[in-house]
Structures are given as C-alpha cells and as structure tokens.
C-alpha cells in the first residue's frame, strides 16, 4: 500500500467547523476520483466522526482540537481524524476527566454513531486510548475500479 499525504488540518473541537473538514475531503476525494455519491458518503461519515470526538471533547473538558490527516492509497481516500487538548495546554489528561467521560458515555448512542459511520465508508476503525483520553478515528473510501 503506496501512502501519499495530501493535507493536514487542525481546528477547534467545535461543530461550527466540521464544514471545513467535510470541504476537504471533497475536494481531495473528487481530485482522487471519487464520485458524487462516495463524496456524499464519506461527508456523513466524516460528520458523525467528528461529532463523536467533540463529544468526547466536551466530556473531558476542556478546549481540543481535531487534527484531521488525509491521505491517498493506491485504492483509497483515508481520513484520520483525532481528538488532541488545544495547543496551549497540556498534553494529558486527568484520570478524574477520563473516569468522568467513561460515566457520561452512553454506550447505545455511541454504538449507534458507529454503526452510521461504517454504513458509509468501506473501513472505520476507532481507536479509544481511556488512560490518556486520546480519540482518532480512520475512514477509508475506496475509490471504484
């Protein structure tokens, strides 16, 4: 599998700017050459994503990013997106904010988020780090053919 980058984005754990991050993965995507119906696709998904981790961002508290990482494969479009504490505070989180989001979690809901996800990309792998409150999430779109 031939990795290429093709862009990174940080911006605020706030819904106000998800439409940056779905504005991203179309234009890569169409460039990639995914179709309209795919662009849409990954779009809901790339939202539920990201819903997921502000959501978790606002368990935790606190202010966070999300970084989001696009890449190409030789048949696919992958986008990583990751939940990070905002710039200027710590890299950690407080056990007390981990055991606190592990409470508020309403496990149903978030089965439920995922299972949406997976209906629209071909891959969707979570990874949940409950020690030190890390959240990413990877979709992958394969392109057709």
């Given at each position: 599998m031939?990795?290429?980058?093709l862009a990174e984005l940080r911006i605020p754990a706030n819904s106000t700017f998800i439409?940056?991050?779905?504005?991203?993965a179309s234009t890569l995507g169409s460039q990639l050459g995914l179709s309209l119906?795919?662009?849409d696709e990954l779009s809901i998904?790339?939202?539920?994503?990201?819903d997921s981790a502000i959501d978790a961002a606002d368990d935790f508290g606190g202010d966070h990013d999300l970084k989001l990482t696009y890449f190409a494969t030789n048949r696919a479009l992958v986008v990583?997106?990751?939940?990070l504490p905002a710039q200027h505070q710590a890299s950690r989180h407080s056990a007390e904010a981990v055991a606190k989001h592990r409470e508020l979690v309403d496990v149903e809901m978030?089965?439920?988020?995922?299972?949406?996800?997976?209906?629209?990309?071909?891959?969707?792998?979570?990874?949940?780090?409950?020690?030190?409150?890390?959240v990413r999430f990877r979709m992958v779109k394969h392109l057709a053919g």
């Open positions: 031939a990795k290429r980058d439409p940056v991050a779905k504005r991203v119906t795919d662009l998904a790339l939202t539920q994503a990201c990583d997106v990751d939940l978030q089965r439920l988020a995922y299972e949406m996800i997976r209906c629209f990309v071909d891959d969707f792998r979570t990874q949940i780090e409950p020690r030190t409150g890390q």
